[in-house]
């Protein structure tokens, strides 16, 4: 996997018509999938250890497909807030740092309407849903002890 | 960015989420355990105190403080001081990778042993950007 990895993969990110897959590619950033596999968003900067290989999640529905996306995009969000904190200035990483944050957006908005929240403040549903989210320490579901 | 504490703060909140992944695969590990596994593993002692709960300690049992943060005011002190913690955690996730065949536990191990490597090299262009400013 290490070796194996989707890093020429932009297809879920392209944009039809415009040239944002080349863009990213010669970036410094490795693909969001890539990212959050190896646990590093930076190109340049991983360093695996010995000869341990990092791990692919696998999706086995839809909803666990759109939360790996989403999931995902939050980290490569994060890793683009550490190095923009940094690097203000770099308006190119900046570009697409917002494409992530939107396209995060628009998922989010579609996961909660399908699945419910994700986030304390995802309120699309008439009545309190925030519990019956499986924690990530459950495997039965968040409302053992409600 | 100038002085601005948000690298900081970014940082901090990252350490807070590695908590709670590391207490949940330590919950995951413990919740079907029977207290004579528990005992074999040499966790007597943790059950007696502290029952299945997560109660954050070190390896030998010295529990969580802060008694050995260190702040200086120092502002190039205080981000050697970061830098340090971070290489200080890659090299304990890596004696933890050692131990374990578990995949489920190396995964996020893993994981959590290249954040280290990113939180670092943030914390050196912090560094190297104080430095610049003249501190």
């Not at chain 2, 120092?74 to 913690?85: H, K």
Request: hydrophobic share 35%; charged share 25%.
């Amino acid at each position: 996997m290490l070796f194996n990895n989707n890093d020429l993969d932009f297809s879920f990110f392209e944009i039809p018509g415009s040239d944002f897959k080349l863009e990213i590619d010669r970036n410094k950033f490795v693909s969001p999938s890539t990212g959050f596999q190896r646990g590093n968003m930076m190109r340049d900067e991983y360093i695996p250890y010995k000869n341990y290989n990092d791990v692919k999640l696998i999706a086995k529905n839809e909803q666990e497909r759109l939360r790996l996306k989403i999931m995902e995009l939050a980290f490569a969000i994060t890793d683009f807030n550490l190095y923009l904190d940094l690097h203000p200035d770099d308006t190119e990483s900046y570009k697409i740092f917002k494409q992530y944050v939107d396209e995060g957006k628009k998922l989010e908005q579609e996961y909660t309407t399908k699945f419910g929240p994700l986030a304390i403040t995802n309120v699309q549903s008439q009545k309190y849903e925030w519990l019956k989210n499986p924690w990530p320490w459950d495997e039965s579901g968040g409302n053992l002890y409600v | 960015m100038e002085n601005s504490p948000q690298p900081f703060v970014t940082s901090l909140k990252n350490s807070a989420c590695q908590m709670k992944m590391i207490a949940t695969i330590v919950h995951q590990l413990t919740k079907d355990a029977t207290v004579e596994e528990l005992e074999a593993c040499g966790l007597a002692s943790y059950f007696t105190e502290h029952k299945k709960g997560i109660y954050p300690s070190d390896a030998l049992g010295n529990p969580f403080t802060v008694t050995y943060f260190s702040v200086t005011g120092d502002i190039l002190a205080d981000i050697s001081e970061d830098m340090a913690a971070e290489q200080k955690a890659r090299a304990v996730y890596e004696s933890l990778i050692d131990l374990t065949d578990d995949e489920d536990v190396l995964a996020p191990l893993l994981w959590l042993r290249q954040r280290e490597i990113v939180h670092f090299n943030r914390f050196k262009e912090l560094y190297e950007h104080y430095k610049k400013m003249g501190y």
